[in-house]
């Protein structure tokens, strides 16, 4: 988190090149490769929601502009009158590979000597670069700073940059070319507000990158499967374009993982206080497509962290998904087209999610009158990271006040369970077999090892659920009800699970099958807890447990088809867990919302249990072996 006291965007600017290409004139800029690239195409753009974009190439795809150009056109237009000492630009891929993008830009304009810096990465490079830009205006080495980004992707998306290929063009190679189109933004930050008009005071920006915990999403620069580190390791780069290592790919499998950890650092900063969404009178989310998931939506809600929708706005419809322009051409046209209805402390929240290695970024801004001395904002104080320890804590603090000065609600439940989970789910994908797992060094040994201490694991489910319903007095009977439903859903379970193992070789007995140590003490703690009268914190267990199957599985499973080679057969309990366990989360949401309406005291002990559960379940994968 930095927070900013006298930082002030004054103005915004964007460039589209060419003419607004609607969905029906895509192929004759960019071109259909093949028959599948047909089928995708239909089926992405009822997807995304994209009606226009724009495209620097022309429909003979030659180059009409350069990253380079748009960005210059950008700035030209902010310092028109304003003498600049600070320029920061960011870009997915430059016109050249050196130098930069700023000094290239820098360079284009003839602009006098000044502080230049290149950010280079994807969609959140933009709020590097404008983070960059803001400190140098805080930290008075500016008093007048630009921060652009500029892209071109369509230059990777022609279709003869496809032909005569000697690899298979995969999904997520075209995946993207639907997706992505070219643009360039900006916007210029001073050390005091406009004298005439509005300005957009910035409050504080907050970057979280996620990129040791997860392999990458999306890339450009490296083979299909990443068999050489990149483009410039191959014998010539005529052997790199054959492989395909120029083509902007994505893996849309693990791509969900991105709006989970978005939502869960959102819930922290609103946890910390940084942040009150009942405060928010404008929503400028960065997103790639209209769809989102409704349970994700809905636990937003619950939790009381969403934002209505009338408070969003988005231009992709009209103006497409630029990568890191986006959020800067989203801005200068509300900024523009809202200006008239603006009014002085109105706050406008940004949020840009990166799958490239999964960053989050965010960013607090307030309308301000330049006639008006601005007031000094508060201290912040630190940031909620949500490091997640080892140790089994099983003290944690009060959970946070809601809106309306109370403790206790389904909110306060949600807000203390989502940093637990921020912060579990981080160190699961850290554990040795998660990593090889996503990074395909899995063996079909490893995957019995792990079948072999899991399976008792699951086993045990059903018992302790059906231990906590006969703790329970009459007041929770319907809570009762609700757990011996699941009860019996999952008493079957384990041997789904162990015919998978038996599918893939797996020889030992199931009664011969062993917890590992951080299994045996998940499994004798629920059942401890679960023995006490009214064990209401066993949902918060539950939400660890069910958001594994409904969160982590899902990520693993592709990886896990990819690199074991084994028929579906061999995973077919982790494929229903993927499938199901929505349906499962959502009762569990009807029950916290049952049980807190009974006891003033329950989010408190719900988020104590979901914190001792992380703690053993985490211990349960940490002690998976691997056999390399």
């Not at 800067?328 to 900024?335: A, K, P, S, V």
């Not at 867990?577 to 309406?597: C, F, I, P, S, T």
């Amino acid at each position: 988190m930095t927070p900013f006291s006298h930082v002030y965007i004054t103005d915004t600017a964007s460039f589209m090149p060419g003419e607004a290409v609607n969905n029906q004139k895509m192929d004759a800029y960019i071109g259909s490769i093949n028959r599948m690239s047909g089928r995708i195409k239909t089926r992405i753009l009822a997807e995304n929601g994209i009606q226009l974009r724009h495209y620097a190439i022309d429909e003979n795809g030659q180059s009409q502009h350069s990253v380079t150009s748009m960005g210059a056109k950008v700035v030209a237009a902010l310092t028109e009158k304003t003498p600049l000492q600070f320029l920061s630009a960011a870009t997915t891929g430059g016109d050249c590979a050196a130098p930069g993008l700023a000094n290239l830009i820098q360079g284009e304009l003839t602009l006098p000597p000044l502080e230049a810096l290149s950010v280079s990465g994807i969609c959140a490079a933009s709020i590097g670069a404008l983070n960059a830009a803001a400190s140098a205006v805080q930290s008075g080495s500016a008093n007048a700073a630009v921060a652009v980004a500029s892209e071109f992707p369509s230059r990777l998306f022609k279709a003869s940059r496809f032909e005569n290929r000697n690899t298979d063009i995969d999904f997520d190679a075209h995946f993207l070319r639907w997706m992505l189109s070219d643009g360039a933004g900006g916007a210029m930050l001073k050390n005091q507000p406009s004298a005439q008009g509005l300005s957009l005071k910035v409050k504080w920006i907050h970057q979280q990158s996620f990129s040791g915990d997860m392999p990458t999403c999306m890339q450009v620069g490296q083979s299909i499967g990443n068999t050489l580190p990149g483009y410039l390791d191959y014998p010539t780069l005529a052997e790199a374009e054959q492989a395909g290592a120029f083509d902007l790919r994505q893996n849309i499998r693990t791509l969900p993982n991105l709006f989970d950890m978005g939502l869960h650092e959102y819930a922290n900063l609103v946890k910390a206080g940084h942040l009150n969404p009942k405060d928010v009178d404008w929503f400028l989310c960065h997103y790639s497509s209209e769809r989102f998931k409704p349970m994700m939506a809905e636990l937003m809600q619950e939790a009381g962290i969403a934002i209505s929708t009338e408070k969003w706005f988005s231009n992709l419809s009209s103006k497409g998904n630029t990568g890191a322009a986006s959020i800067f051409i989203m801005l200068d046209e509300f900024f523009k087209s809202k200006k008239a209805s603006l009014k002085v402390g109105q706050q406008i929240f940004g949020f840009v999610p990166e799958s490239g290695r999964f960053s989050v970024a965010y960013f607090l801004l307030e309308v301000v009158d330049g006639n008006v001395s601005p007031a000094q904002i508060p201290d912040f104080p630190p940031v909620a990271t949500a490091e997640f320890a080892p140790e089994l804590a099983h003290h944690l603090a009060p959970p946070p006040m809601s809106a309306e000065g109370q403790t206790g609600g389904v909110a306060d439940t949600l807000k203390g369970l989502m940093a637990v989970w921020h912060g579990y789910r981080s160190e699961v994908f850290r554990t040795d077999i998660a990593s090889a797992i996503m990074h395909g060094n899995i063996q079909l040994n490893d995957y019995l090892n792990w079948m072999e201490c899991w399976i008792p694991q699951v086993r045990e489910g059903s018992l302790w659920m059906r231990r906590a319903v006969s703790s329970m007095s009459p007041q929770y009977q319907q809570l009762a009800q609700l757990v011996q439903t699941h009860a019996v859903e999952e008493q079957l379970d384990w041997q789904v699970l162990y015919q998978d193992y038996v599918q893939a070789g797996g020889k030992l007995d199931a009664s011969h099958l062993r917890r590992n140590p951080g299994g045996e003490a998940l499994n004798a703690f629920m059942h401890s807890y679960a023995a006490r009268q009214n064990p209401i914190g066993l949902l918060g267990g539950i939400y660890i447990i069910e958001g594994t199957g409904q969160r982590i599985v899902p990520t693993l499973l592709p990886k896990l088809k990819q690199h074991l080679s084994v028929p579906s057969s061999v995973l077919k309990f982790i494929e229903y867990h993927g499938e199901n366990d929505q349906a499962h989360m959502m009762r569990w949401l009807d029950a916290v919302k049952m049980v807190v309406n009974i006891d003033a005291n329950a989010a408190a002990e719900i988020v104590r249990v979901a914190e001792t559960v992380a703690a053993l379940y985490l211990q349960q994968w940490k002690f998976v072996s691997l056999n390399q």
